[in-house]
C-alpha cells in the first residue's frame, strides 16, 4: 500500500492505483495518475453509453478499465480514487477499509501535486456563481484565476495540464460539494469561502449534522495564516467555524463593519468609501448580492483592486443554469433554474420574480420535505405547478389542495403543460428542488434539455 500519510512523500510511480466510477472526475484521474507514472486501473459497474466511451477514451491512452461490472481486481491495488458518487457506507467502501487500501477522493488526490493557492468555495447554495464570480473577480496582472471541480471541469484536469505548462501565475478557484469531502486527508486551501448551509443532500448524508461535517472538512487542515469567508448572516455557519485557528473574515447584508458593507443604496469600503452602488450591479436579486459581497471579501484578500471588483459587479450577469432567462414567447417568460437542486434554491427562485409563476418541479428527491415551500408559495407568485420524475407524486401529495398542481412522468411533458397553462406576463420557471439523477447525468444536461424544449416552441 501507498503511505499518504505525508502528502510531500507520496509517490504513485510504479503503484497500483484503481479508480472507482468513470465520470469525469474519474477519467481525469486516472490520466492524471497514469502521467505521474502510476499503473492504473479503472472500474465503473454501470454499462451505461457515457460510462462505456470513457473507458474507450482510457484505453487510448493505455490505462486498463472494466465497465458493466466490478471485479475483485479493485481491490488488488495500493491506492483507490474514488467518484463522489459513491458514499462513505457502501459495501465496497467497507471491504476496502477492511483490507487497509488508502482511499481519496478525485479533488484531494489532485491537490498532492498543485502548488498553485487554491481559493475553495462550498454552500449549499450560491457556490456556482460565486465561483464563476471569483473566476473573473481574480484574473489580474499577476494572478490567472481558473475555475475547477463541482462546476463540472476536474480539478485533475486544470492539474495535469499545469504540471505539462506550468503557470506561475496560477491561482485555482474550486468549487467544492459534500460528496467531495468526504475522503480528504491533505486537502488545504489559502481561502475558503463558505455561502451559507441549508439541508441538501440528507438522503446521502443521514442529518443536517452530517452534512455540516462533511463541509467543514474543506477547512480542516487550515493553518493561521489562511482564511475562512464566511456569511455571518448564516447561524449555523458561524456557529460552526468558531474557534478555528485560520483567520476568519465575515460579510454580510445585515451587519456594518465588514470589508464591504451594505450602507442604505450602497456597498462601501471598511474605511466608509463608496464601493458601488446597488441598482448599479448587473445581477439583480438579495442572494446574488450575497454572493457579491462573499466573492468580493476574497478578492480583496487576494490583493485585487476596489476598482476592479466593482467593475466586475457591474458586468457579471450570471451562469448558465441559474436563474437563465431562456426566451420570451408569446409574452411568456421561460427561466431555466436546472441548479436549483434543493428547496433553498427553489425558494430564491420564487421570490425573485414579481409575475404569476408556473413552477416546473422534479427529479430524484434528496430527502427534502416538500412542505416546507408552502408558506413561500402562498406568499410568492405561483399559480400552478407541475411535478415530475421519480419524487412527482411525492410533491403532489406534500402540496395536496394547497396550490393547483399537476404530476406528468417526465420534463417534456411538465413543459407542453407549462405552455399551455401560461399565458402572456407569466413566468414558467423550471426550478426543480431535486437531483437530475432519474431521467439526466446532470443538472447541465437537464437544463439544456429545457431550453431544447423552448428552442422548439419558437420555431413551431
Not at 467593475?311 to 436549483?340: C, P, Q, W
Amino acid at each position: 500500500m501507498i503511505d499518504i500519510s505525508n502528502r510531500n512523500s507520496i509517490n504513485i510511480r510504479d503503484k497500483k492505483v484503481t479508480i472507482i466510477g468513470l465520470g469525469l472526475s474519474g477519467v481525469s484521474a486516472a490520466k492524471l495518475a497514469n502521467y505521474l507514472g502510476a499503473r492504473v486501473f479503472a472500474s465503473d459497474p454501470s454499462s451505461k453509453f457515457h460510462i462505456s466511451d470513457a473507458a474507450l477514451n482510457l484505453l487510448h491512452h493505455h490505462i486498463s478499465c472494466e465497465t458493466g461490472i466490478q471485479s475483485d481486481k479493485i481491490y488488488d491495488t495500493d491506492l483507490w480514487i474514488i467518484s463522489p458518487g459513491i458514499p462513505a457506507d457502501a459495501p465496497i467502501i467497507q471491504k476496502a477499509k477492511q483490507l487497509g487500501i488508502p482511499i481519496v477522493g478525485e479533488i484531494e488526490f489532485a491537490s498532492w501535486y498543485c502548488d498553485a493557492p487554491i481559493i475553495a468555495v462550498t454552500g449549499s447554495n450560491g457556490k456556482t456563481t460565486s465561483v464563476h464570480i471569483l473566476s473573473e473577480m481574480c484574473q489580474s496582472d499577476s494572478i490567472d484565476s481558473l475555475m475547477a471541480g463541482n462546476v463540472g471541469i476536474p480539478f485533475s484536469e486544470r492539474v495535469l495540464k499545469d504540471l505539462k505548462h506550468p503557470n506561475p501565475k496560477r491561482t485555482f478557484i474550486l468549487e467544492i460539494s459534500s460528496f467531495q469531502m468526504e475522503f480528504v486527508k491533505h486537502f488545504c486551501p489559502k481561502i475558503a469561502l463558505y455561502t451559507n448551509v441549508s439541508p441538501d443532500h440528507l438522503d446521502r448524508h443521514g442529518s443536517m449534522d452530517n452534512y455540516l461535517k462533511m463541509k467543514l472538512n474543506m477547512v480542516k487542515n487550515m493553518t493561521p495564516s489562511d482564511h475562512i469567508v464566511f456569511n455571518l448572516d448564516d447561524p449555523k455557519i458561524k456557529l460552526a467555524i468558531e474557534g478555528h485557528c485560520a483567520q476568519l473574515v465575515p460579510f454580510s447584508l445585515l451587519n456594518q463593519g465588514m470589508t464591504f458593507s451594505m450602507n442604505s443604496n450602497q456597498i462601501t469600503t471598511l474605511t466608509g468609501n463608496s464601493l458601488i452602488d446597488v441598482n448599479e450591479i448587473a445581477l439583480p436579486g438579495k442572494h446574488n448580492l450575497s454572493n457579491m459581497l462573499g466573492a468580493a471579501t476574497v478578492s480583496h484578500l487576494m490583493g485585487i483592486p476596489n476598482e476592479h471588483i466593482s467593475h466586475l459587479m457591474r458586468t457579471f450577469t450570471g451562469v448558465e443554469h441559474r436563474l437563465e432567462n431562456v426566451n420570451i414567447i408569446k409574452g411568456v417568460t421561460y427561466i431555466n433554474d436546472s441548479k436549483a437542486t434543493n428547496l433553498e434554491s427553489v425558494i430564491v427562485a420564487m421570490e425573485s420574480f414579481k409575475n404569476p409563476i408556473v413552477l416546473i418541479l422534479g427529479g430524484r428527491n434528496k430527502g427534502a420535505d416538500f412542505r416546507l415551500l408552502l408558506p413561500h408559495i402562498k406568499s410568492s407568485h405561483v399559480r400552478n405547478i407541475i411535478s415530475y420524475g421519480e419524487v412527482s407524486e411525492h410533491i403532489l401529495t406534500a402540496f395536496g389542495d394547497a396550490v393547483r398542481s399537476v404530476n406528468v412522468t417526465d420534463l417534456n411533458s411538465a413543459v407542453k403543460i407549462a405552455q399551455s397553462l401560461a399565458v402572456p406576463g407569466d413566468i414558467v420557471l423550471l426550478s426543480p428542488g431535486c437531483a437530475s439523477f432519474d431521467q439526466f447525468a446532470n443538472f447541465e444536461e437537464r437544463g439544456l434539455y429545457f431550453k431544447s424544449l423552448v428552442k422548439d416552441m419558437e420555431i413551431a
